[in-house]
């Protein structure tokens, strides 16, 4: 992964690199450290570690699982009001 392709990641899941290193335990100067040069190699970026992608991607599913289920959720707590205001009524 290149350090133009993570922050666009990054902004395209709404996170910020804070967030992003608290919800993977990442410490923060890691985080910032990645894509630059090499304190000891100048000719070397520090590389992105591999398991990014599949982090993100599946930070990205269970934001949609999240979202889906909270629809879900609010549908079935309606349908519940309106079967409580049905029974109520008879």
Known sequence: MEKNEFKFKLKQYGL???KFAK????????????GRVHPK???KNISFPKWIDSWLE???K???YDMIN????KEVSQII???NINLNTK
Not at 23 to 34: A, F, I, K, P
Not at 70 to 73: Q, R
């Open 16 to 18: 910020t690199k804070i």
């Open 41 to 43: 190699d100048k000719n």
């Open 62 to 64: 269970a934001q949609m």
């Open 70 to 73: 909270n629809s879900i959720a």
């Open 81 to 83: 009001k309106i079967e």
């Open 23 to 34: 919800l993977s335990g990442e410490n923060y100067h890691t985080v910032l450290g990645w």
């Open 58 to 60: 599946n930070y990205q």
